[in-house]
């Protein structure tokens, strides 16, 4: 029997990344992680001050959104990760969920 070539292959090899290129990619997602969690913090003044809402329910909402990222974050990571379609894996996702952005 033929061995098929393409199993034999190994993944090249990968460079270490210094210091510097880990930093400058860490960077680059400040402003995304900080912006969110400047909403979450007025949101939390705004549930507590405004609303009247208990501190202690106030952290419950908080919870229960970590807790659902927990869950159905790496399950739509499997499910994109089998999709496979002329568009790619994970874009007809993408303009999905900016269609139900848009909306609401």
Same mark, same amino acid.
């Given at each position: 029997?033929?061995?098929?070539?393409?199993?034999?292959?190994?993944?090249?090899?990968?460079?270490?990344?210094?210091?510097?290129?880990?930093?400058?990619?860490? /960077?680059?997602?400040?402003? &995304?992680?900080? #912006? +969110?969690?400047?909403?979450?913090?007025?949101?939390?003044?705004?549930? !507590?001050?405004?609303?009247?809402?208990?501190?202690?329910?106030?952290?419950?909402? /908080?919870?229960?959104?970590? &807790?659902?990222? #927990? +869950?159905?974050?790496?399950?739509?990571?499997?499910?994109?990760?089998? !999709?496979?379609?002329?568009?790619?894996?994970?874009?007809?996702?993408?303009?999905?969920?900016?269609?139900?952005?848009?909306?609401?």
């Amino acid at each position: 029997m033929k061995k098929d070539k393409g199993a034999e292959q190994e993944a090249p090899k990968s460079e270490k990344l210094s210091a510097s290129t880990k930093l400058a990619f860490g /960077f680059g997602d400040v402003y &995304g992680g900080g #912006a +969110i969690q400047i909403v979450n913090f007025f949101y939390l003044i705004f549930l !507590t001050d405004y609303i009247g809402l208990r501190p202690a329910y106030a952290g419950i909402i /908080f919870f229960i959104a970590r &807790g659902w990222d #927990a +869950i159905a974050d790496p399950l739509m990571g499997v499910i994109t990760d089998r !999709t496979r379609t002329r568009f790619g894996r994970r874009r007809p996702y993408f303009l999905a969920a900016t269609v139900l952005v848009f909306v609401s």
